[in-house]
């Protein structure tokens, strides 16, 4: 865990959940597992405002508790997890695009609460959806039920694990923390809901403000006896099948790139096919054969069988081995080796950031190198027919940069300089991990910088929304342009050209 890492995940908890929530989670970054009462010492919080914070974080997956031997609980953040919050406005924009507004509003409304009902989140929805839409037309329940399974269907929402029943007949003492399960086959396992109704609009369902939990208050309410079907069933957005997606279109970009339109559809295919199949760790696709592929298509490309077939051998016959054949049986068998074109990706990248940072010379060095495994001095200067003083320079360049290492073979035990040789290589693992360091480090940056001129220019933004305010309200009541050219002359051109720099840099 570096630094700049714990900085990044304390900025994103203090603007999420405020101050009390970010001191807990670092320092359970900072120090690892730990029991509740050391946690609210060390910290100097109150053992209720410990609780209250550490119930926010395991609600949101951002820490998870383990019981010991002793009896002891003992809480463990997750920074990966804490991490991922950069990425949630991409989260929701995949949904939107694969399941439109309806399944951007149910990711967004599982991001923003961590766990939820799939009744409660259904509500929500339809009526966040009742009160975009024009007068007198509503959002049925039943039609955000329908994007609800589709998004469990594909794997984009899970259940969470819950509590198992136990026979009451155990006279023991209960467990000092429930341990909870959940099996492989009712993850995606959607319940039985007759949900009828249609979403209200805000004026019509004041109730709703209160923040009572949904799925608990139909139990009590009058209109609906019957406990709800869903209580104790909760739900939470899929992190790693959301990136399994942006791999699968990271690939396909890439295909598409390197050959044509149609060898990326060919591709788009098969990973949409092996999808739910194969989980996101696995090194290949499961094998698919031609004839699967074939009747996979979809209906606008017509292109025949035989035309596939050649794709197919094209595509397993590239030298950066995105496709393979596995078998023969089927008209042929293909898989997609996953972790292969991961790191054709992460290399691409990083020839880029080469090329973007020390200019093209230093790329080819940078790629020579990578093709080469090892080189010594003299032997990158022949190959990149660069002359010996600019090659060593560029060589120290990216050497200082941590994009390329030395590695140093002794002849002798002594590592006397003269007997030994200096090769260059690239360990692409420790580049890239340096790489996504370095983007931590500028998020960081820039979060703080944005906070910065947010605070010091605090009393022109002020003035600006009251001005904005006053504007909007004489137009209500239909004032002549001449009295709103006067209010808007209160903000004077040097503040006004200070607010743009602000937006600007603010939007950065």
């Known amino acids: 865990m570096t630094q700049a890492e714990i900085k990044l995940c304390s900025l ?13 989670g670092v320092h359970l970054i900072r120090t690892g597992s730990q029991p509740l009462r050391v946690i609210a010492h060390d910290t100097g919080t109150s053992l209720d405002q410990v609780k209250k914070a550490l119930c926010v974080l395991i609600q949101h997956n951002l820490v998870i508790y383990q019981v010991h031997k002793r009896g002891v609980v003992e809480y463990e953040a997750q920074c990966s997890r804490v991490l991922r919050m950069l990425r949630y406005p991409r989260y929701i924009y995949t949904a939107k695009t694969l399941y439109s507004d309806t399944g951007e509003l149910i990711v967004e409304e599982l991001l923003l609460n961590g766990k939820m009902t799939m009744s409660a989140v259904v509500k929500k929805v339809a009526d966040r959806l009742t009160e975009t839409m024009e007068d007198g037309k509503t959002m049925d329940y039943a039609e955000v039920s329908n994007t609800f399974v589709r998004l469990a269907d594909t794997h984009f929402v899970q259940r969470c694990p819950w509590v198992p029943a136990t026979e009451n007949s155990d006279p023991g003492p209960p467990p000092p923390a429930p341990i909870l399960v959940i099996s492989e086959k009712d993850m995606y396992l959607v319940p039985k809901l007759s949900l009828i109704g249609k979403g209200k609009r805000r004026r019509s369902s004041d109730e709703d403000a209160a923040g ?29 099948r959301f990136h399994q997606h942006f791999r699968d279109q ?67 016959d590239d030298p950066l081995e995105f496709v393979g054949k596995s078998g023969d049986s089927g008209g042929g068998m293909y898989v997609i080796n996953l972790h292969k074109a991961l790191g054709s990706l992460a290399t691409a990248t990083l020839e880029s950031v080469v090329q973007e940072r020390f200019g093209s010379r230093c790329a080819r060095i940078f790629r020579l190198v990578l093709q080469k495994k090892h080189l010594e001095q003299k032997q990158v200067e022949d190959f990149a027919m660069i002359p010996a003083k600019e090659a060593k320079d560029m060589l120290y360049k990216m050497l200082s940069g941590n994009f390329i290492s030395l590695q140093e073979i002794p002849k002798t035990p002594d590592h006397a300089p003269s007997r030994t040789f200096y090769l260059y290589t690239v360990n692409i693992l420790s580049a890239a991990r340096m790489l996504l360091h370095r983007c931590y480090k500028s998020i960081a940056n820039l979060i703080e910088r944005r906070q910065f001129e947010t605070k010091e220019n605090k009393r022109l933004l002020e003035k600006s929304q009251r001005v904005e305010a006053i504007i909007a309200s004489m137009q209500a009541t239909g004032a002549e342009e001449v009295q709103l050219q006067e209010i808007e002359e209160m903000i004077t051109a040097p503040e006004r050209q200070q607010l743009e720099t602000l937006k600007r840099n603010v939007n950065k």
């Open 212 to 240: 009572e939990p949904k799925a608990k208050r139909p139990k009590y309410s009058t209109d609906n006896k019957e406990p709800v079907p869903d209580d104790g069933i909760y739900w939470q957005a899929n992190l790693d």
């Open 12 to 24: 994103l908890l203090q603007e999420h959940f405020g101050e009390i929530v970010e001191k807990i």
């Open 250 to 316: 990271a690939i396909v970009s890439a295909v598409a790139n390197r050959m044509d339109q149609t060898s990326s559809e060919v591709v788009r295919t098969m990973l949409r096919m092996s999808e739910i199949t194969t989980p996101s760790t696995d090194p290949f696709t499961q094998p698919l054969s031609s004839n699967e592929i074939f009747r996979s298509l979809p209906v606008g490309y017509n292109i025949s069988k035989q035309v596939l077939d050649q794709y197919l051998t094209l595509l397993a």
